[in-house]
């Protein structure tokens, strides 16, 4: 069982940035970024292949967000710029059980951390 553990959140203003980490137990395969606002289901933000050589994103981050990871470290991490208020919501990290897996669902992923909370500010 993978654990995954996000940090970096917090309370920023527009235009501002953020780092969120993802640490994990142990050597992961592909893992994505996700994002819940209130009330709203969980969109799909950001995910990464095991060896980082392929990338993708939301339309709605493309250009602002970047993901990256340190397999060295067990560590995904998601750098965050021009954030916007519509940007807020808790963001999770998750990651396959198995290799060849690399999806947009979050119904496809096995392990998810706790989340953290961004809030972007007016």
Known sequence: QVQLVESGGGLVQAGDS?????AASERTYAMGWFRQAP????DFVARINW?????DYADSVKGRFTISRDNAKNTVYLQMNSLKPEDTA???CAAHAYRGFYARQPRLYDYW??????????
Do not use: A, P, W
């Open 18 to 22: 953020l780092r969120l980490s993802c």
């Open 39 to 42: 009330g709203k289901e969980r």
């Open 51 to 55: 060896n980082g050589d392929s990338i």
């Open 90 to 92: 808790v963001y999770y």
């Open 113 to 122: 951390g706790q989340g953290t909370q961004v809030t972007v500010s007016s």
